[in-house]
Structure formats: structure tokens, C-alpha cells
């Protein structure tokens, strides 16, 4: 049953009602979240979460779903103006998605702007939810395309998770586009890059609208991978590498070593800023420092110069494995490009190796280092990297 006074969106599950049954859990959390948005709200909003398929097929689905849920839930509760009455907005799981409940358009398009940094969200999408009924499905398309002017063009696209919904995709099409031309007779329906697309997916009980979603960083779910010890400069490199890990589903304990007492402890604030940065992904278990300035010193003063810097490589090395140990990780990570630099040849990252007890993961081994600034750009580590720091490793 839907009551019209309720608004659209509301839903009231009546016994024998088709929609009830088929997604009871659902039905009561619409409710809940239409409770959320408040008693005056006419529409209820939220944040519909596309994650990758294809990393997830298999038994480990499950699991993978499991640490998605949680790492969202995770990241909301440490945005406290996100709150709604001071609960955090709800999260749930239904068939290949996940929700989130918004008080507004506005909050869902403030929670996309987070989720999208999240590993293992492939896109999210700011929808309004109303009953799987095609009156009530087209009156919702009228406003999301109302929402979305100013526009020229636009298309419906829609999909049904389930063929218990009796109209299928193309007929749903037929039917939004039918009532979307009555309502904007002045607009174009194009199929081929149109300025607006409608999506509409039937899912369980109800139906999500949506005309603006926000690409995902994809991956897996942090967390999902097991753990490893990153090394983290301030330089450009390694919190690219770092984010590459996190992103494959792996939490990182990142292992600083600065120049202290030697040098001033800039690179520890920079290393800091980074971290707040990937903080957000959920990806990030701790941040260590080890004052390292000392142990390069006794270095400097009995190792040649030419060998200097694999010694203070090696030495990074063998204490990240002895701290891996400790923190329960299984691999080393490092920002190391082949040729790079002259630590960076093959015989002596073959040198620095022989020292490590664990693998080590240099996911940027083949690539440019203008690649590696446009992802760091991207990721806003950039502008951290470039501020002028002391580096341990040309101390002496
Ligand atoms: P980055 O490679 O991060 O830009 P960098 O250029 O200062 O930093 P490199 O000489 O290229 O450092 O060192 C290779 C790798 O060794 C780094 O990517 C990083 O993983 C590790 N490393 C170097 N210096 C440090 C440090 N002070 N603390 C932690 N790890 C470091
Ligand atoms: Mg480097």
C-alpha cells in the first residue's frame, strides 16, 4: 500500500502487499530511513553504492561484501557533520549494493564525495527511493530530471535485479521515458550521449532514481588483502605505492624514517599530512616514525660514500621486517622505480633485498615518474611531496 499523503517514498508495507514481502528487511529500513530524513521530508534519499562484480565472484563474495559494509560504516562514523540526530547515516547491504540513507539530496551528495574514495566502490550514485510501482516510478523520474536541469537531452535507463518485478528492463524505459516527455515536452530524448541519463533499478522492494552518480577508486576493500609495512618518504613516491596497496584490499602500517636527531622533524609533519590523506580510505592501520639520523651517522662514518645509501636502504629494510613481525604483516612495500634513482638499479635493489626476511612489493617498479606525479596530483599527496624537507638519506 502507498499512501499519497505520505509522500513518495514512504512506504507502508500492508499485509499481502507484493512489495512487503518481497523485501520485508528493506521495507522497514525505507521506513526507517524516511524517519531519518525527518517527518516534513517528501522524498527519501540515498547514496547507492556500485562495487566491483568481478573481484568479488567465488566464495570470498561474502567476506569482501562484509568489509565493504564495514569499511563505509567506518569512514561515516568519523564524520561527525554527516550525522543525522546524532546517529550516523544508516548503512545496509541489498542485492549487489550498498545503501546509504541521507537526510537530503545535499547530505547524499556530501556521503558520495566520500564513499568514492573508499577501495572497492566502483561508483556511487545519489538516488531517491520510492515504492517498485511505475506511478510512483514516474512521478520520482519528473523530479530527478527536474533536479537535474539545466539539460537539453536525455535518456531512461533501466535495469531489474530481480524478474519477480513484472515489467522488464525495455518495457520500464518505455514506460519512464512515455511519462518523462508528457512532463518536459520541450526536451529531446537521445540515446547517444544525451546530457541527462535517468537511471531507475528495481532492487528487492523498492525502486532507486538516480542522474548523478561519481566514479569509485575501484580495488577491493581495505582490509580484505592482509597486512604489510610500507615504507613512507615524504617524497612522491611512496604514498602513491602506499595507495596502490591500500587500494588491492591491503591495511598498511606505513614506517617513517626521519633524519632525527640530525635534522628538524619536517619530514615527520609532512609524513603526517600524508597519512591524514589516505586516512579516508580505511586502508591506513598506523603511522611509525624511527629516528633514524643517529644509525646514519655511525653509517657515514664507516661505510664509503658510493655504498652509503644502500647501506641506509638495507638497514630500513631489515628494521621494517623486524616491525612487520610485530604489527603481524606480510610483505614490505616501497615506492622503489626501476633506473630511478642509483639505489634503484637492479643490483642494488638485489643488494637491499638480501637483507629482507619478508617480500618486497614495489608496485611502482615499471612506471614513469610522470605517471607517478599524475597519480599523486590525483590522490593530493602532489603538493605535500614537493614542500622542501630534509631527507634521511641524503643527510650525509
Ligand atoms: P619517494 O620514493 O617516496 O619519492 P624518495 O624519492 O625520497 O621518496 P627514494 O630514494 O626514491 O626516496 O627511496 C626509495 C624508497 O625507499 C621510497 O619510495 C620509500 O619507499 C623508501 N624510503 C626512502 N626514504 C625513506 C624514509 N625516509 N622513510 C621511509 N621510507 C623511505
Ligand atoms: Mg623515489
Redesign the pocket.
Known sequence: MVSDALGVGEYVPAPGDAGAAAGAATTGAAAADAATAGATARETFVCLVHYHELGLKGRNRASFERQLNNNIKAALAKRPELCVLGAAPRVRRISGRELISAASYEQALLIADLIRRIPGVAKVSCACVCVREMAAIGDAACRCLQRAEPFASFKVSARRAHTDFPLNSMQINEQVGACLCEQFPEKKVQMRYPDVTVHVEVIEGNAYLYTQSFKGIGGLPAGSAGAVV??????????V?TWQLIRRGARVHA????GAPETTDV?VHLVRRIAELLQPTGGLASLAVVA?GGYQRQIALSVPERLRVVFY?RL?YAVACDYAVRVGAKAL????SLG??A??TLDNIRATDAVASLPVLRPLIGSDKQEIVNWAEELGTFAI?TRSHD???TLF
Open positions: 610500507s615504507l613512507l618518504s615524504a617524497g612522491i613516491d611512496s604514498p605505492a614506517l617513517h624514517f626521519s619530514s633514524f636502504r630500513m612495500v616501497t615506492g622503489e630511478q634513482v639505489s634503484q611531496s631527507d634521511c638519506c
